[in-house]
């Protein structure tokens, strides 16, 4: 009986950059010789791509959503393989295309997604690199400013008093320390954290009976 053999390999076209450098991954698709290639609707900048691996490098939520779109079309190949094979049907590269073009009328990637909603609603996100839309800070003051009036609540709301109640009353009153408060802050200095959430005389109260506790179970 004659073996089949269908594989599938993930590349970047780098002949066809963007203005952003990034390039289109495609796929190619082989049984029996015979290939075809189709784009992932996904692009990357090459820099971040391992051609061995075939999977983006980077550990930001872009590069996982293309890694997990290669994956999710590899296992779709694998899947109507099977499928065909469990029919007793002829494996060739028209029967594993036409099943997966069908699939693909009615299916659209969380990737592919993001990239329409953002250059068609948030060109700028595109011009940034970010994944999803980052608010200006007067765009979230206008927001907060609308909660404050559904929920009357009568102190102004800004995104600075956002961020120091979350350091204060959120994190540090909870026990999370001022290092790890502060990396959450994206601060350069513990300095600039103690300064910013205000250490409260609560925070001292419990930093002080962090020592009591140690010298009381010493004893």
Known sequence: METTRCTVWVYLRKSRPSKDGKAPLLMRL???GKRWDSALKARINPNDW??????????DSYSNLVNETIESAKFRIHKIKLGIE????LLTLDAVKNKFLDKDK???TILALFQKHNVEDYPRTANVNTLLPVPSNQKMNTYLKEIGDITKINKVLTTHTARRTFATTIM??????MEAV???????SLFMTRKYAKVDEYYIAQE???VRILFKNDN
């Open 208 to 210: 002080t009976e962090k």
């Open 86 to 89: 469990d029919e007793g049907k």
């Open 106 to 108: 009615n299916q659209c």
């Open 50 to 59: 391992d051609p061995i691996k075939e999977k983006a490098t980077g550990d």
């Open 182 to 188: 502060s990396k959450m802050l994206g601060h350069i």
């Open 172 to 177: 540090l009153q909870n026990g999370v320390s």
């Open 30 to 32: 082989s049984v029996n």
